[in-house]
């Protein structure tokens, strides 16, 4: 895929798009730390049969796009649980990176799927900009604003992942990526070791990991308002789509949660997913994507 990239204020934004721009258009919204190839391409055709113009992007602070610098470094585990009153950005840039992705695709309004802290965002996303969202899909959700989804994470698996140690090596920093990958997947339905070693030298041959990039994004999502309330003012039709043996997060509880919180929404869990996409959930996956957005299969 050709990467093009447009400018949210002075920060670059790097994107891609997928399928005939006469599709309905999506834009897919990446977690925390990951880059936009952790949208696998083959999902991402998925999605174009199924009648989608597909557009994906780099979060400021990751891959190609717009990188920053810490004030202050802090673990990510502190920004959790600290609130920065000096973000290097806010939620509000983040949610902005993406609406300028759509600025760029000449599109009013897009349907928009959000992955993990991505369901934050298409969120604040959809309170911030109601006329530019047609649906939401949140997936590997919880319920919206930092404080609220702490309830939901399950802290040993974090404290598994700092276990993770392997030399200051490029070969070093892959693995690393590989390791998260299969850690997060269910034991039912394991990562593709081959894709996920593929798309871990694909992502750090794209700008390495950096890990004060997770601190500055958690800092940023925890910027911004209303995304603790209660009950979410959002019209779009929305599904949730969490699976039964996330690791990360307890998957069927953070989608029920949410689900109550916006007027209308489906909650979905899914035996065998983790805290990842899953090969064998595309096709599901990408049902689910276009039934709630009411897009028909074109194929």
Same mark, same amino acid.
């Given at each position: ?5 447009t ?14 721009p ?10 925390l730390?990951?880059?936009m190839?952790?949208?696998p ?16 992007f ?19 585990i ?7 009153r000096?973000?290097?950005?806010t ?26 802290l991505?369901s ?18 949140l ?8 404080s609220a989804?702490?309830r ?7 404290a ?22 299969r850690a ?35 800092a ?10 209660r009950? #979410? %003012?959002?019209?779009? $039709? ?7 043996? =996330?690791?990360?997060?307890?998957? /069927? @509880? *953070?989608?029920?949660? #949410? %689900?109550?919180?916006? $007027? ?6 899914v035996? =065998?997913?983790?805290?990842?996409? /899953? @090969? *064998?959930l ?18």
């Open positions: 895929m050709t990467v093009e990239y400018h949210n204020g002075s920060a670059k934004i790097a994107y891609e798009t997928f399928g005939d006469s599709g309905e258009p999506l834009l897919l919204i990446m977690g730390d990951f880059q190839v952790y949208w391409d083959d999902f991402c055709r998925m999605l174009v049969d199924r009648g989608f113009f597909v557009a994906r780099d979060n400021r602070d990751a891959g190609l796009s717009e990188h920053f610098a810490s004030a202050q470094q802090r673990h990510p502190a920004a959790l649980f600290r609130r920065d000096t973000p290097a950005y939620g509000a840039d983040m949610v902005g990176d993406g609406l300028a992705v759509m600025d760029a695709l000449g599109w009013k309004s897009a349907h928009v799927a959000g992955a993990s991505g934050f965002l298409a969120v604040a996303t959809a309170l911030g900009h109601p006329d530019r969202v047609r649906s939401l899909a997936l590997l959700a919880t319920p919206s604003g930092i989804s702490l939901y994470i399950q802290f040993g698996f974090i598994k992942m700092g276990k993770i140690k392997h030399p200051d090596t490029d070969e070093g920093a892959i693995q690393t990526l590989v390791d998260i990958s997060q997947s269910s034991p039912g339905n394991p990562v593709d070791l081959t894709w996920a070693r593929e798309v871990a030298e694909v992502a750090h041959s794209r700008a390495p990991r950096d890990q004060s990039g997770t601190q500055r994004q958690l940023a999502v925890r910027s911004y308002p209303g995304l603790a309330a009950r #979410l %003012a959002l019209s779009a $039709p929305t599904i949730i789509v969490n699976g039964a043996d =996330d690791p990360l997060l307890r998957g /069927p @509880a *953070a989608a029920r949660a #949410l %689900a109550k919180a916006i $007027p209308g929404a489906t909650a979905k869990i035996p =065998d997913m983790g805290h990842d996409l /899953p @090969a *064998a595309w096709s599901e996956l990408a049902d689910d994507i276009a039934a709630n957005a009411g897009v028909s299969h074109s194929s």
